[in-house]
């Protein structure tokens, strides 16, 4: 069964950077289109971004469009999430996660499989 592990969260004041990693076990990663959500206390998991299996075709929702960018190695079995300008209201748990099918997709009841998530929190 796939298994997803994300890192490269942390600590970052208004305006930084940080790029997650997504990496896969289990499976080949290059079976599956790739989502990266997030989860803020008290709101509902927000999808962010999503990249096809080969990586040919991305998405992105508004609220990041211009800041993130998705990419993946499927040589590494990683995705990866490069957040960019970032702002308070990004502070989240940021998960990836794995869905079968065509489309990119950034609904989560789409995905199969998801990883634990890591924290991202940034400071004003």
């Known amino acids: 069964q796939l298994q997803l592990v994300e890192s490269g969260g942390g600590l970052v004041q208004t305006g930084g950077s940080l790029r997650l990693s997504c990496v896969a076990s289990g499976g080949t990663l290059g079976s599956y289109a790739i989502g990266w959500f997030r989860q803020a206390p008290g709101k509902e998991r927000e999808g962010l971004s999503c990249i096809s299996s080969f990586g040919g075709n991305t998405k992105y929702v508004d609220s990041v469009k211009g800041r993130f960018t998705i990419s993946r190695d499927n040589a590494k079995n990683t995705v990866y999430l490069q957040m960019n300008n970032l702002k308070p209201e990004d502070t989240a748990v940021y998960f990836c996660?794995?869905?079968?099918?065509?489309?990119?997709?950034?609904?989560?009841?789409?995905?199969?499989?998801w990883g634990q998530g890591t924290q991202v929190t940034v400071s004003s």
């Open positions: 996660a794995a869905k079968t099918g065509p489309g990119v997709l950034t609904t989560p009841q789409f995905y199969d499989y």
